[in-house]
Structure formats: C-alpha cells, structure tokens
C-alpha cells in the first residue's frame, strides 16, 4: 500500500508554498459571512481557489464553532480522470498537502471496502483534484482528524447513500461532498441554471443531472441519506466564476451548502 498520497495539484488549484496557502485560506475564511449552523454534512466547490475559494469558505467557516468535536471527515467527489464502477478508495494511508499529512481512516476504509460498490484504486485518486482541494481548508479549520475520501464513479443514489450509512457516525463524523454547478455555459443563464440546481437541492431533490452539477451522483446520494437523517439544507453562497475572477462568457457555478440537523436547529 502506498504510505502517502502527495499533493497533485498543489501550484494549479492552490498555492504550492504552505506559508501562501495558509494565509490565502485565513483571508478566504475570514472574508466568509458568520453563519450560526452547525452542519452534519456540506455541499462544497472544487475549483481552483481564485474562483471558487470564497464559496468554499463560506462553507468551512461554519465548522468554526464545532472544531473541536469533529474528528473524522467522509469526503466525497466526482472523478474527473479515471473512469470507476460505483466508489473507489485510496491505496493511501494518508493524503498530504503543502500544510501537512493527513492519516486516512482506515478501519471505515475497510468497512466500505466490504460492499460490492467499492473497490480500491490508486489511479483513481492520483490526480483527482475534486478531494485534494478541500483537504487544506479542513487542516485550516479543525485540529485533530483523519479523513476518509472516496472517489465517486458510475454509481447508483442508492449505492452513494448505502456508503454514507455505513459511515455516518454521530456529531464526531463531517461529511463533505465535492461539487462544482453549470459548466461554460454565458453567465445570465448560467445564474438561470445554477438557481434551479440551488432550489433542487434546498428542497431535498435527489435527482439532480451532471449538466446541472459535476458532483450530482455524490449529491443525490447525501439527500437520500439526509431524508432519512432529517437533515435540513441551508444555502450559504451562490455565485459562479464570472463572480470570481474570471470573464463572463463561460462561467462555472459555485454553491456551498450546509445540512443540519434538525436537533442542532432547535438548540439554544
């Protein structure tokens, strides 16, 4: 088993130098709007961080309050380069970034690997940017936690939420899915587009298609499994690159997304 899985897009999606990338995340983290949810799950963006940083943060800054109890993290995204069956684990034991390593849980790995929808592959994580770009923001955010990616293939909702139950733990267990919105499409529609997409999943639809969004099998799946958990979404940041920094002409959309639950919502 490979020991470590380096960083392969350190110096495109995100700096390379760990003293910039932790102070662009602190500025990013606190640029983002103060939110008093505390999430059981987020919906987050993964493209490079000049875009979609300040979305990503706008989800990242709610787990200021709850740091302390979170100690594991299901991380869940598209793949972009490798073509898998259902979801693939890492051959890794941890994944680091230009701020450090991070151990992998590997006893839920070998829970998952016992279902017939995950297999193990290191091809399939390599260069996948989809995870590797949210690894950063949690090191910046919380203190002490291993991680547990999975990289999303041709899968079923119902095999995505099957995978979720198996890990979904208590207050201690994060699950953060990987999802850009529209992609190049003129950025009146779309803020057409990525509206209805946001409206979809704020009211719970797990039918979401990946021309709508990149991470729509991983999606779906959680609002199968939030319906059950009685998880309530909340949207938090809504924009696309043409927000950002990039021209308007073909835009990718941004949404970041918290789910609560419904006890956390009644809490004083």
């Known amino acids: 088993m490979q020991s470590t899985r380096p960083p392969a897009v350190a110096g495109m999606f995100y700096p390379a130098d760990a003293a910039i990338l932790a102070g662009d995340i602190r500025t990013l983290l606190a640029g ?22 300040p979305v990503a943060a706008a989800a990242y800054a709610t787990l200021r309050t709850i740091a302390d109890r979170i100690r594991r993290v299901v991380l869940l995204g598209p793949t972009h380069r490798v073509a898998v069956r259902g979801l693939a684990l890492p051959e890794a034991q941890a994944f680091s970034t230009p701020l450090g390593d991070v151990p992998l ?9 016992q279902l017939p929808q995950v297999s193990v592959s290191a091809r399939a994580h390599a260069m996948e940017h989809s995870l590797e770009v949210q690894i950063p923001f949690l090191q910046a955010v919380l203190h002490d936690f291993t991680l547990l990616p999975l990289a999303v293939g041709s899968a079923t909702k119902a095999e995505v939420a099957e995978v979720l139950e198996a890990v979904w733990g208590g207050p201690e267990t994060l699950i953060v899915i990987s999802s850009d919105l529209s992609h190049y499409l003129p950025y009146d529609m779309a803020r057409r587009v990525d509206s209805e997409t946001s409206n979809g999943i704020l009211h ?15 999606i779906n799946g959680l609002m199968l499994a939030a319906q059950r958990h009685h998880l309530r979404p909340h949207l938090l940041d809504l924009r696309n690159s043409g927000d950002t920094a990039g021209p308007r002409e073909g835009v990718v959309g941004y949404a970041a997304f918290a789910l609560v639950e419904e006890e956390e919502e009644a809490a004083p």
């Open 204 to 218: 719970m639809a797990s039918d979401i298609t990946h021309d709508h969004a990149c991470g729509a099998t991983p």
């Open 32 to 53: 983002a709007a103060k939110s008093a949810v505390a999430p059981k799950a987020l919906i987050v963006p993964h493209a490079g961080y000049i875009y979609s940083g």
């Open 105 to 113: 849980d590997l006893d839920g790995m070998r829970r998952l690997a």
